[in-house]
């Protein structure tokens, strides 16, 4: 089957530094992405989306990262702040509206 | 604005028990979704309503779980006996479907299930 994968399970970064997170993607028909934030004891928050006719979008800090070519989606954090420790999931569309969650990475931000 | 809400946000029950949780979407959105959290296998699509009306229930794991959505404010997810297995975060999602949207959750439900 399909499935969207993360290449890191864990990434610390020290406050202040920007992050990258990873995401790899195998379902060359997903035409939509979506980056989740979760912290301990919420549900995933959305942090931004992108569309397969971009390669690039930004938000409030945050960049994502589209490379059709090599099915690759990265989100970039800038200037990264104690806050932002969570666990980061990428997710694709498998139709209009069934997602697909990749297994996600714990961020943990060094003061 | 009112993000989604669920309730209760833990459960504690013995097995063979009803369990019954809550979902109020986000105002105006037309879709929502049943997921199931767990340290195994990550997030699991349940069931998903559009207009009130269940579309895909394929990831509902036995009878024992049922789903409603009498109106669009208000939707439940009832396991009946539930058994220590079902134990995990449940959550809800809403969204607009208009094209591509993101789906948006609230903070779950935490079920223990003795």
């Known amino acids: 089957g399909e499935s969207v994968g993360l290449h890191l399970p864990t990434l610390s970064v020290q406050e202040g530094d920007n992050s990258i997170i990873n995401c790899a993607y195998s379902?060359?028909?997903?035409?939509?992405f979506i980056w989740y934030k979760q912290e301990s004891g919420k549900g995933p928050q959305f942090i931004i989306d992108i569309r397969s006719n971009m390669d690039k979008r930004q938000g409030q800090r945050v960049t994502v990262l589209l490379n059709k070519t090599v099915k690759h989606l990265s989100l970039q954090i800038a200037a990264t702040q104690p806050g932002d420790s969570a666990v980061y999931f990428c997710?694709?569309?498998?139709?209009?509206?069934?997602?697909?969650f990749g297994a996600g990475t714990t961020v943990t931000v060094r003061a | 604005d009112a993000g989604v809400i669920q309730s209760p946000r833990h459960e504690v029950t013995e097995m063979g028990q009803e369990v019954t949780l809550r979902c109020k979407p986000i105002?105006?959105?037309?879709?929502l979704f049943w997921y199931r959290q767990t340290m195994m296998r990550g997030l699991e699509l349940l069931i998903y309503?559009?207009?009130?009306?269940?579309?895909?229930d394929s990831g509902m794991p036995e009878d024992r779980f049922s789903a409603k959505m009498p109106n669009a404010s208000f939707s439940t997810l009832k396991i009946q006996p539930s058994e220590p297995r079902d134990s995990a975060v449940y959550f809800c999602?809403?969204?607009?479907?208009?094209?591509?949207?993101?789906?948006?959750f609230g903070d779950g439900t935490r079920l223990s299930i003795l």
């Open positions: 999602a809403s969204s607009l479907r208009q094209g591509n949207q993101p789906q948006h």
């Open positions: 309503f559009n207009n009130n009306v269940p579309i895909d």
């Open positions: 997710a694709e569309n498998e139709n209009d509206y069934k997602l697909s």
């Open positions: 379902n060359s028909a997903s035409d939509y």
């Open positions: 105002s105006g959105h037309n879709s």
